[in-house]
């Protein structure tokens, strides 16, 4: 099999990276940059103390109307205000949310029609042209934005992508220190998103021997540093291990793909309200077993990594405990979904063939309700 790797053009990872923006700005030379961030972000002083000395050398234009799981009238919204603003660089600070709004932000004004006609599901337009360069910073370790040519946002019932090669960061700059304001139970949501990432990229049909590389040393390091991440924020190596954990597993399942739990997770999302990495969390024990038996050597091998004997525990155990151990809920009736609304859950995953068709065993619509079922009644 012929596998292509795509990665952004330059990152930069570590304790401190944030500290190569300036160098990277005196070369692009831009004349008016557009920041994306949040209004969370902008109150913990996060965009004042990493942002705020961009002010002396450039025209900054700080846009803060960034919703959590953004919906589609909200990126409409930034890419109206930014398609006549004249800004020739974007900076995307903040978890998936604002990086993704970033991406749109970059890319959909330089390009006719608005972000409606190029959502994967029903758009109807490819994009022409580049667009302005992008620079992501991202605030949680999570969802791998920095590195992926994708962009979400919410709709009715489910959630649809932009993506593009276009949409691929010119520059990720992943700093750990960014991340250590993030609250516990955002670092949990968050980190099972990484690990999720990690998972269903090694268990992808179009996993690859460089992809299973990206996915393992994810799993490891996530694997062993997220509970320390979750108690104690201020823990600079859990911090870290979780910062390269997320980028890795961000750059595995760019190259990879998600399935299954991401295909029933959406909708969660959009009906619910759940946060993209609770979602994950939720669900993510149960897709487990349900697909395991279609890749059970892949499975014992991630629960090893993640010392815990498949011999010992069954994989439903294994995943269960490790969203009950980050202090997550572990079904569905815990957030209230009502058991009625599981038809209605599986009528929008099953619109995720993208994302179902990567799955290592097939999930039609009965299986779909059936996972949903689990989950919602729990172990
Ligand atoms: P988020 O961006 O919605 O942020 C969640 C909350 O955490 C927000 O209130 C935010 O203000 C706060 N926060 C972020 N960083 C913080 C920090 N350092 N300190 C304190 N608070 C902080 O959450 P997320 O999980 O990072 O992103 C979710 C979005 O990303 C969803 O829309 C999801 O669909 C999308 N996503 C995108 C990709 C991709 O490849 N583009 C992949 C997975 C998920």
Redesign the pocket.
């Known amino acids: 099999m012929i596998a292509t790797l795509r990665f952004p053009k330059r990152s930069y990872t570590g304790w401190g990276s944030i500290e190569k923006l300036i160098n990277e700005l005196q070369e692009l030379k831009p004349e008016k940059i557009l920041i994306v961030t949040?209004?969370?972000?902008v109150k913990?002083g996060?965009v004042d103390r990493f942002l705020s000395p961009l002010n002396e050398n450039y025209q900054v234009r700080v846009y803060t109307d960034?919703?959590?799981?953004?919906s589609l009238a909200c990126a409409e919204k930034l890419v109206d205000f930014t398609r006549n603003g004249g800004f020739d660089l974007v900076i995307g600070l903040?978890?998936?949310?604002?990086?993704?709004l970033a991406?749109l932000a970059a890319v959909i004004p330089k390009n006719d029609g608005n972000v409606t006609d190029y959502l994967n599901l029903t758009g109807k337009r490819q994009l022409k042209n580049q667009g302005v360069p992008k620079i992501l910073l991202?605030?949680?370790s999570?969802?791998?934005?920095e590195?992926?040519?994708?962009?979400?946002?919410?709709l009715e019932g489910t959630?649809d992508?932009v993506t593009h090669d276009f949409?691929l960061a010119d520059i990720a700059i992943v700093d750990p220190q960014?991340?250590?304001?993030?609250?516990k139970r955002?670092t949990a949501?968050?980190g099972i998103?990484a690990l999720t990432?990690a998972v269903e990229a090694y268990l992808s049909i179009n996993a690859n021997e460089a992809t299973d590389a990206l996915a393992i040393k994810a799993v490891e390091l996530i694997g062993s540093s997220l509970k320390q991440a979750v108690e104690n924020g201020e823990n600079q190596e859990a911090r870290t291990a979780m910062s390269y954990g997320s980028y890795l597993a961000?750059l595995a399942?760019?190259n990879a793909g998600?399935a299954g739990v991401?295909a029933l997770a959406?909708p969660l999302?959009s009906q619910f309200k759940l946060?993209?990495?609770e979602s994950n969390a939720v669900l993510l024990p149960y897709v487990m077993d349900y697909i395991s038996s279609s890749c059970s050597e892949k499975l014992t091998a991630v629960c090893d990594i993640l010392g815990m004997k498949w011999s010992e525990q069954d994989y439903l155990e294994i995943f269960y405990k490790l969203v009950e151990d980050v202090g997550l809920p572990t079904t569905l009736k815990e957030y209230g979904i009502p058991e009625a609304a599981l038809s209605s859950l599986t009528e929008d995953a099953i619109k995720q063939k993208r994302l179902l068709a990567r799955s290592p065993k097939p999930l039609h619509k009965e299986d779909i309700y059936q996972i949903y079922q689990m989950a919602y009644n729990g172990l």
């Open positions: 949040d209004e969370t972000l913990i996060m960034v919703e959590p799981e953004p903040g978890g998936g949310s604002a990086l993704d991406k991202p605030t949680t999570g969802t791998g934005s590195v992926t040519d994708i962009a979400v946002v919410s959630k992508v949409l960014l991340t250590v304001s993030v609250p955002i949501a968050t998103d990432h961000g399942f760019f998600v991401h959406y999302g946060p993209h990495g």
